[in-house]
């Protein structure tokens, strides 16, 4: 996605949702990615632990 696009998406994000909106918007956003990325990790760490001789069997 090139620059112009991004100032589009920008624009349009600006005239649906306000000027005193975007703060909030941005620290939901933020807070969103940053859960999807805690979670995410998580699951390597469950994945990665060893476990008991039975649960080979599928």
Known sequence: MGPTELIVIL??????????????????????????????????EERDRPTDGDDHRR
Do not use: Y
């Open 11 to 44: 624009i349009i994000v600006l005239v649906l949702f306000g000027g005193a909106m975007l703060p909030k918007l941005a620290k939901n956003i933020g807070q969103a990615g940053k859960e999807l990325r805690a979670g995410l990790g998580d699951d390597d």
